[in-house]
């Protein structure tokens, strides 16, 4: 079983930035798929982006892309989503994930997909 945890969510205003980290333990997430969802008050898990495990497939939701920017770095165990131009409905819980060991270019956006979830760090954007 892959620990997740979330961090780097706060509060911001309307326009700016912030960087979301995402450290694995327990095992190597180097062949493992995994991504990013968010959860807004009221409102269903929806995904946010995804990234194959060697970096080479990538995909994102229609309302970040353009704005958001999914990374990993496999020899930290880690993965990251640059966030810019936040936008208040941006507000939400976000959550990493993980797959089980996957093929590359697999770029899951169901969250049953994934197996493994941290517990979610807020990000709050202000108008």
């Known amino acids: 079983q892959v620990q997740l945890v979330e961090s780097g969510g706060g509060l911001v205003q309307a326009g700016g930035s912030l960087r979301l980290s995402c450290a694995a333990s327990g095992r190597t997430v180097s062949n493992y798929a995994m991504g990013w969802f968010r959860q807004a008050p009221g409102k269903e898990r929806e995904f946010v982006a995804a990234?194959?495990?060697?970096?080479?497939?990538?995909a994102y939701a229609d309302s970040v892309r353009g704005r958001f920017a999914i990374s990993r770095d496999n020899a930290k165990n880690a993965m990251y989503l640059q966030m810019n131009s936040l936008k208040p409905e941006d507000t939400a819980v976000y959550y990493c994930?993980?797959?089980?060991?996957?093929?590359?270019?697999?770029?899951?956006?169901?969250?049953?997909?994934?197996?493994?979830w941290g517990q979610g760090t807020q990000v709050t954007v202000s108008s």
């Open positions: 990234m194959s495990w060697s970096g080479r497939g990538s």
């Open positions: 994930a993980a797959t089980p060991p996957s093929r590359d270019y697999y770029t899951p956006r169901k969250s049953t997909d994934f197996d493994s």
